[in-house]
């Protein structure tokens, strides 16, 4: 399955905020998605980025305090929708988005893709599908970019069908095969927000991604096994679990190297892979 990192536009937070100990000065959180071409299934996405569908949705208060807390770049060229126009591939041709949780930079672009089913852990969707005003803005959750027709084209983890992961993978010995044949296989990452899941998925040459969405918000963080700031502790869903995560992800990184591990707004990573 040929796999493409991506990023759609940018917000910018004080360093210290992901990183412990961190600096004051502002660093950009990309805003990744990716896209991935498997043989049988077509193309999918991991997660969209943002979209002016964020801008919209933030006009008014008390929604405008996500882009205070979270100033937000974007270039059109960086939209999903174009990069995938870029490759060939029409909004129509995306089969799948599987979402990793529901926070506005994860999934500002999901009513882009009108014929994509939407797969996530229902856990992830039921924390936020009825929160509306300073709930939902604590949840980091925009409703209005839900698409309308979502329930409908949702097809929920069916998190009673798990899988035992591939030894490689310890700590984390529970995933769910979301295509059926082993290529993407979803697992749970607790602690971020409810139901956050990360996938591991093959890549052309044999190569292993591990998607770990916010587990981390950079790979340093994951490398030193350095947690965020108590401040960014706040806005966790369970800041013990997401300790607990984030430990898994450095051991996981020390026993295999080889397993190339992306947090979705960690800037070195994407600039690893050729992002912009
Ligand atoms: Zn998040």
Request: charged letters at 15%; a neutral charge.
């Amino acid at each position: 399955m040929k796999i493409t990192i991506l990023q759609a536009g940018y917000c910018t937070c004080p360093e210290y905020l992901a990183l412990q100990g961190g600096a004051w000065r502002g660093i950009p959180f990309p805003a990744m998605f990716a896209l991935f071409e498997h043989p049988r299934f077509g193309p999918m996405l991991f997660d969209t980025g943002y979209s002016y569908r964020f801008f919209v949705e933030t006009r008014l208060f008390p929604e405008r305090l996500h882009r205070w807390l979270t100033p937000v770049t974007l270039r059109e060229d960086q939209l999903a929708v174009n990069q995938l126009a870029a490759r060939g591939l029409k909004p129509s041709d995306i089969t799948r988005v599987f979402i990793s949780h529901f926070h506005a930079d994860h999934i500002a672009a999901l009513a882009d893709f009108n014929k994509a089913a939407y797969v996530y852990l229902p856990q992830a969707y039921e924390a936020v599908r009825h929160s509306h005003g300073p709930l939902a803005i604590a949840r980091g959750f925009l409703s209005g970019l839900v698409p309308d027709n979502f329930e409908a084209r949702s097809e929920p983890v069916d998190v009673n069908r798990p899988c035992i992961l591939p030894s490689e993978f310890t700590p984390f010995v529970k995933g769910y095969d979301l295509l059926g044949d082993g290529s993407l296989l979803a697992v749970e990452l607790p602690g971020h927000a409810a139901g956050q899941m990360g996938l591991l998925a093959r890549g052309l040459k044999n190569q292993t991604f591990f998607f770990v969405a916010d587990a981390a918000w950079l790979a340093q963080a994951i490398i030193e096994n350095r947690p965020p700031s108590a401040v960014a502790k706040l806005l966790f869903n369970d800041p013990q679990a997401y300790r607990a995560t984030l430990s898994g992800l450095h051991r996981l990184g020390l026993a295999h190297p080889d397993v190339h591990l992306i947090p979705s707004h960690c800037a070195e990573t994407l600039a690893s892979f050729n992002t912009q």
